[in-house]
């Protein structure tokens, strides 16, 4: 088939600046970094060697990405996907015209990123250029809005002699990995059948041998861009990502989507095209553009063994996150069970080995997150190593909250165990959160929600550690009578809490901001004796909503702004209430979750039940940690507000109260135990201890 090339689009909107470079995108659709190796592949290894390489986050809208929606996304600059069809490749274009495409682009705009495919053709072609695609997924990729290229063959073998230097923009589908599992077919059940080693293997060579021959007819300075863009029919994997040119040499690949060094993102493809060609990313693309930093290893079989690890990481993570959440359950419910039964009997060895149980349980979330510190997930047998990891760490915080002559106190274990827990995310959160990402508790590049700053979840575990700190330190206060010492510490607090998560170099989260405020507000009142009457409250939430929106202002004027200044720009351009709404949509969505919502039940029926139920034999417990610790009661009301309006703001929902009931409860289960004192505490005399009644017959 000869090459059709046609003048470029002409568009109704102003031109912008001339188109500046060029560049060639490869996409390979299914490409892993333990596919290539320096003699099976040989020209990805040069290009691997002589440019900036990263394993990449293909995340597009569904659990996981077909090449359509890969090459959807590389088009929009935005997550996109061919819905209701099946994951197959992309259709031939017609001459120079791409079939279904205006459907497409209809469907994308209404999903929930709106998604503006065409967008890349579309500011190519206004800026006087024009789109080259060898392959039916590449026209995909490079069709404007009216799903138009201007010059397209049908693979690479067809390409003219001069095919690859008349356009700036060129994009090429090798489609033979994803072919490898087409062909193999799916079973009786409709599951992928698998791919044997050799074929793979050879598809991948092939892939190799293709992408040789596109880079014999390159231009000088051209910028190639390796993109395995899509899963291959099976679970969801991190892919390859290489950049080769003029400002890329033997470094990792970043964005600032990411702030990881050899992590970036499918979207980003998008902003680096733009870029390299020199026009202004519009409003609509959300990524941010490769660079080169950190200086790479030399060897390309180690390089591909250290980026494949992140793809390792992840798929133990997926592996494993749900067993851990069920152990995490059945810890939370025995630990509350056995919590009932100890304070129902009058026995002090009972309560004793509750003590210890309940500030180990309260130790887990923290010690998941050092966990990380080992490389768990590149052992043979990485659930063992994890969990003996975990129970290792949570050995030591336990016994270092317990065995210091703290160890009577009714609330310095707790806040051992909280203070090492805000200050360990904290730490992490201004690092690069690495703790975090892979993390049981913490987030995955598979998902793609946050890859820096402070999940949802690991948020919810920092700030109750925070709470439970500055509450202990505002009780010393107040028990040496220097209560405005002791507001002062909430107020700092509150003020530190909010620097941190809302910062752009740290936390950077938007939802965490707005529960942190009424949480310390609330914290803060009834530290300094105050009444919370509702006129108070709302002057306290009018101030909030001014605070979260000037700081979602001020991030907003940034160069590359985190979501927190994403969310103004959405209020000036009316798309806040979609947000919004949106999130409300996720929180309701957790509710589903059975084991995160049985933990917050468990944790609000023990609370009521067990800490604040009056028994046959003495007061409720907890008002008796109350009398002897008065910060206790503002300490927990602050975790119930924070964690409360955490839910309803954002679209974790659920998951942050359950997590953060995880470290309050059982500390408070702790302190209470602690506060019985011994005359509750000790074990009740034997019959051959007690006094003999005055009545009682003389022998």
């Not at 099976?40 to 659990?63: D, F, M, W, Y």
């Not at 990405?65 to 929009?76: E, Q, Y």
């Not at 991190?238 to 690949?253: C, Q, T, W």
């Not at 909030?544 to 004027?557: E, P, R």
Request: net charge neutral; with cysteine; charged share 10%.
């Amino acid at each position: 088939m000869a090459l059709v090339l046609l003048p470029a689009m002409a568009s109704a909107a102003p031109a912008s600046a001339p188109v500046s470079g060029h560049v060639v995108v490869i996409g390979v659709p299914g490409l892993l970094w333990s596919d290539i190796h320096d003699t099976a592949t040989p020209n990805l290894a040069r290009l691997a060697a002589q440019g900036s390489s990263a394993a990449l986050s293909i995340k597009t809208v569904g659990p996981h990405t077909c090449p359509i929606d890969g090459w959807l996304t590389i088009s929009a600059g935005q997550r996109s996907q061919l819905r209701n069809g099946s994951c197959g490749l992309a259709p031939a274009p017609d001459g120079n015209a791409v079939p279904g495409f205006a459907a497409m682009r209809d469907d994308n705009a209404h999903n929930k990123y709106k998604s503006d495919v065409g967008l890349l053709g579309d500011a190519v072609h206004h800026a006087g250029g024009c789109t080259m695609a060898i392959g039916p997924g590449a026209a995909l990729g490079a069709a404007d809005s009216a799903g138009r290229v201007d010059g397209y063959v049908p693979s690479t073998e067809q390409i003219p002699a001069d095919g690859l230097s008349r356009c700036p923009l060129t994009m090429i589908d090798i489609d033979d990995v994803f072919h490898a599992f087409i062909d193999a077919g799916v079973d009786v059940n409709g599951h992928q059948v698998p791919v044997t080693v050799k074929k793979r293997a050879a598809a991948v060579k092939s892939a190799d041998t293709q992408i040789g021959q596109a880079l014999t007819g390159l231009p000088p300075n051209t910028t190639v861009l390796i993109a395995g863009l899509s899963d291959a029919n099976v679970s969801a994997h991190l892919r390859v990502a290489i950049a080769s040119g003029p400002g890329y040499s033997a470094h990792y690949l970043t964005a600032d989507s990411t702030r990881t060094g050899g992590l970036v993102t499918l979207t980003d493809a998008t902003a680096t095209i733009l870029h390299t060609l020199g026009l202004k990313q519009p409003s609509d693309a959300v990524g941010s553009r490769w660079r080169a930093d950190g200086a790479q290893p030399a060897s390309v079989t180690t390089l591909a063994k250290r980026l494949n690890d992140h793809d390792v990481a992840a798929q133990s993570y997926s592996r494993l996150n749900v067993p851990f959440y069920l152990v995490l359950v059945i810890v939370q419910v025995a630990l509350y069970a056995f919590g009932t039964f100890a304070l129902s009997r009058k026995r002090g060895r009972i309560l004793t080995v509750t003590r210890v149980a309940a500030v180990a349980g309260a130790a887990l979330p923290v010690a998941s997150f050092l966990a990380n510190l080992v490389p768990w997930w590149s052992a043979d047998h990485p659930a063992v190593i994890l969990v003996a990891a975990i129970v290792v760490l949570v050995g030591v915080i336990t016994a270092a909250a317990l065995a210091g002559p703290w160890r009577r106190s009714i609330i310095v274990p707790g806040a051992i165990v909280g203070g090492l827990t805000a200050l360990v995310l904290t730490l992490d959160a201004l690092t690069g959160s690495h703790l975090q990402t892979c993390s049981m508790l913490g987030y995955t590049p598979l998902v793609a929600g946050r890859f820096y700053g402070f999940g949802n979840i690991p948020w919810a575990v920092w700030v109750t550690g925070l709470i439970i700190t500055t509450g202990a330190v505002a009780g010393w206060f107040q028990s040496s009578g220097r209560g405005r010492l002791a507001t002062a510490t909430v107020i700092g607090a509150g003020i530190l809490a909010l620097v941190i998560d809302g910062a752009p170099f740290a936390g950077a989260d938007f939802g965490g901001i707005i529960a942190i405020f009424p949480g310390f507000a609330v914290f803060a009142l009834m530290i300094a004796g105050r009444r919370v009457r509702l006129s108070r409250l709302l002057l306290v939430l009018a101030a909030g909503v001014v605070v979260v929106l000037g700081m979602s202002f001020l991030d907003s004027l940034r160069a590359d702004p985190t979501h927190i200044g994403e969310f103004w720009k959405s209020l000036t351009n009316g798309d806040g209430g979609t947000i919004i709404f949106r999130k409300f949509r996720g929180m309701i969505g957790t509710f589903h979750n059975w084991e995160l919502s049985l933990i917050a039940i468990a944790a609000v029926v023990f609370l009521i039940f067990a800490l604040l139920r009056p028994l046959t034999w003495r007061a409720a417990v907890l008002h008796t940690a109350y009398e002897r610790a008065p910060a206790l009661r503002p300490t927990l009301i602050a975790v119930l507000v924070t964690g409360g309006v955490g839910m309803l703001v954002n679209d974790s929902g659920v998951a942050i109260p359950a997590l953060a009931f995880t470290l309050a409860i059982p500390l408070a289960l702790a302190a209470s135990i602690q506060a019985l004192g011994p005359e509750e505490t000790s074990e009740p005399p034997s019959p051959s201890e007690r006094p003999e009644s005055a009545s009682a017959p003389k022998a």
